[in-house]
Nanobody
Framework: QVDLVESGGGLSQPGGSLRLSCVST????????MAWYREVPGKEGEVIAC?????????????FYTDSVKGRFTISRDDAKKTVYLQMDGLTVEDTAVYSC???????????????????WGQGTQVTVSS
């Protein structure tokens, strides 16, 4: 397991934007895929975005999105800063949730992570979308 610390949550009006960041303590951050997971009380949580590692022979930085955020959210990573980002545009009230970054330290690709297979997660940051 590794430590993951999120920041950037807060309040936004519908149609607004927020950018989440997640910093890792992992010395092998560049090896594994990273993802954002969100959870609403009373509902099942889900991985909404994931990014493979940047290995040109394997992960290639490929990204995956759940349908509900596709075209509005963008996941990216900066391996030098050990940070993964989630740019959220066009926010709706349905995006209100606690957002956490997650990973599996043995997984260079998103395949298992998007199925809920992760061994590390942060404490989460609250995003509230309201007028």
């Amino acid at each position: 397991q590794v430590d993951l610390v999120e920041s950037g949550g807060g309040l936004s009006q519908p149609g607004g934007s927020l950018r989440l960041s997640c910093v890792s303590t992992d010395g092998r951050f560049d090896y594994h895929a990273m993802a954002w997971y969100r959870e609403v009380p009373g509902k099942e949580g889900e991985v909404i975005a994931c990014i493979n590692n940047n290995d040109p022979d394997r992960g290639r930085g490929r990204t995956f999105y759940t349908d509900s955020v596709k075209g509005r959210f963008t996941i990216s990573r900066d391996d030098a800063k050990k940070t993964v980002y989630l740019q959220m545009d066009g926010l709706t009230v349905e995006d209100t949730a606690v957002y956490s970054c997650v990973t599996h330290t043995s997984a260079p690709l998103c395949d298992g992570i998007v199925q809920g297979e992760f061994d590390s997660w942060g404490q989460g940051t609250q995003v509230t979308v309201s007028s």
